[in-house]
């Protein structure tokens, strides 16, 4: 089965640049997909095929894809950034979507 | 706006079964592939199904294939999972979302998702 891999947390100053990466085999051929999730709260889709942001995204999400990882760049970060990021592939192998595991990013 | 209201959640035992159900509204139902996607208590998303946007095509989780059945009625603007031999492992908030755009395949990715509704399988 396809896996996807991030890092457990990921911590950033406000007004820094945080990157958010999910790495997998060969993922720069898949179109890679990212939500936003705060606590208790429904995800919200921010990114979508590497690099498109959905209707009222702010331009300070932006996503990358090649090679063997995919990356969600967070610029100017806010306090309300602070949330839990999932990034996720559709696995046309198996017919199957995969979720990472998540990332939980912290505005210091 | 878009709107997608999961109901049906509640506490199961092991074995039994549960049907979930998503209104949805403020958009053209019928045009959209649905999913469910669950979240166990503290853990990371899983996506459990998927159906077209005319219900001919279905997709499974493994670990859902053979229990669970995703199905529609466009007429009524409904969503549904069927869950059977439920088990503690299926114990998570299910959510249900829409694709991000009307008409496409199996590859395009929940755009809007609804609040949840929280199962709990438990003896």
């Known amino acids: 089965s396809y896996v996807l891999t ?9 007004g820094q640049t945080a990157r958010i990466t999910c790495g997998g085999n060969n993922i720069g051929s898949k179109n890679l997909h990212w939500y936003q999730q705060k606590p208790g709260q429904a995800p919200v ?6 690099s498109v942001r959905p209707s009222g995204i702010p331009e300070r999400f932006s996503g990358s894809n090649s090679g063997n990882t995919a990356t969600l760049t967070i610029s100017r970060v806010e306090a309300g950034d602070e949330a ?4 996720q592939v559709w696995n046309g192998n198996t017919d199957l979507w995969v979720f990472g595991g998540g990332t939980k990013l912290t505005v210091l | 706006q878009v709107q997608l209201v999961e109901s049906g959640g509640g506490v199961v035992q092991p074995g039994r079964s549960l049907r979930l159900s998503c209104a949805a509204s403020g958009f053209t139902f019928s045009s959209y592939g649905m999913h ?3 979240q166990a208590p503290g853990k990371g998303l899983e996506w459990v199904a998927l159906i077209s946007y005319r219900g001919s095509n279905k997709y499974y989780a493994d670990s859902v294939k053979g229990r669970f059945t995703i199905s529609r009625d466009n007429s009524k603007n409904t969503l549904y999972l069927q869950m059977n031999s439920l088990r503690a492992e299926d114990t998570a908030v299910y959510y249900c979302a829409k694709d991000v755009s009307s008409g496409c395949g ?3 990715p929940p755009g809007y998702w609804g ?4 199962v709990t399988v438990s003896s």
């Open chain 1, 6 to 14: 991030q890092p457990p947390s990921v911590s950033v100053a406000p």
């Open chain 1, 45 to 50: 889709l921010v990114v979508y095929d590497n």
């Open chain 1, 84 to 87: 839990d990021y999932f990034c």
């Open chain 2, 36 to 38: 469910w996607v669950r």
């Open chain 2, 106 to 108: 199996a590859d395009c």
């Open chain 2, 115 to 118: 609040q949840g509704t929280l």
